[in-house]
């Protein structure tokens, strides 16, 4: 869109509620007569914008008071009880739910690390049986590490790391 | 000779039936275009006009008679609108509806409006109408209140101050804001 377009579209609405002064209304006017888009739309915007002050009022389905009637008519015999529970499904459920998650994840954390060593899956008790080896261990460890030498600070560092306080060198 | 609206509301709270009925076929359409134009859907509105007179049936003893009965009907349909619409997003979560039905509704809406005109002009205010009340249903509610009751509902800027128990000069701010939001939406779909 041309500069001079984007410029003019700023001012369409003004122009088509009559808000515009005599200078700026001639400029518009004298841009819808060499711009056919300009122009179109300020026809357009007009028209809907006429639309919008002549809108026709409308009369409610039929069926409004017979429903009303009957509402009232309860209303009236039996009182609040008769008004159905309203529920804010967007106030109650996202706190239920949030409850819920927090209860089934502690609930599954607590039950993953009271589970009896002797029953876990053979594969992963083998595993870890093999893995019981503390020189094997370290050194696997350290094979991440294969750079830092081991009587460095660093090295001293990571085997702390890994190793209980009582069997540090 | 008609009665005040205040001595209907004197006569519904002694549950008087046929002074409510009076009272929604006074305000019946003043309510139910308001409704209309804020949820945009003919049978939204309908629900909605149903709980406002529902609404004031069960808080007339409760009326101080401060303002105007009308101002009363505009606040509580402004509420109970935008609390249907809530819900109704609500509900689209669970259940969602297609665009066609809902173009339907305002169909329905907007066709009995003009079914004394020619079928040629009929289907050009249709469609205009349509444009409309999409173009408004995609502003904020916030906006769109103002909007519905000055442009649509032909209330002052003051009577809309007194309905949502605000100033003239936010209503007035809100209106232009409104007015420039409508601009970019219906510029944007008449390309």
Known sequence: MPKKCRKIKKHLFSYVEGN??????????????????????????????????????????P?????????????????????PKSVDFNRLLRPAAAVLLLLLGA??????????????????????????????????YLEDFWDVPQRSLSGFYIISQILPEDRMP | MSKSDEELIRRIVNQDHSAYEELVSRYETLVYNTCLGLTGDAV??????????????????SFRFECRVPTWLYRISVNKSLNLLRRQ????????????SS????????????????PEEAWEIKE??????????????????VLVLHKLEGLTSQEVAE?????????????????????????????
């Open chain 1, 20 to 61: 515009l002064g005599p200078g700026r209304r001639a400029v518009l006017e004298n841009h819808f007569q060499a711009c056919l888009r300009c122009r179109t739309q300020a026809q357009e915007l007009h028209q809907l914008w006429k639309e919008l002050d002549i809108w026709e009022k409308k009369s409610p389905l």
């Open chain 1, 63 to 83: 069926g409004l008071w017979p429903a009303l009637h009957q509402r009232v008519k309860d209303f009236d015999i039996k009182g609040l009880e008769s008004l």
């Open chain 1, 107 to 140: 609930t599954f954390g607590y039950f993953l690390g009271s589970y009896p060593q002797e029953k876990w899956p053979a594969a992963y008790a083998e595993r870890s049986q093999a893995a019981v080896s503390e020189e094997a261990y370290i050194a696997s």
């Open chain 2, 44 to 61: 939204l509105a309908q629900d909605a006009a149903q709980e406002v007179f529902f609404q004031l049936y069960r808080s007339a003893p």
């Open chain 2, 89 to 100: 997003r609500i509900y689209r979560l669970f259940r969602s509806l297609s665009a066609v």
């Open chain 2, 103 to 118: 173009d339907e509704r305002m169909d329905d809406a907007i066709d009995s409006k003009i079914g004394t005109k020619q």
């Open chain 2, 128 to 145: 205009k109408q349509n444009l409309l009340l999409k173009a408004i249903a995609d502003l904020t509610p916030e906006q769109r209140i």
């Open chain 2, 163 to 191: 309905i949502l128990d605000t100033s003239k000069a936010v209503v007035e701010g809100r209106i232009h804001r409104a007015k420039r939001s409508l601009q970019k939406i219906l510029l944007s779909q008449i390309k």
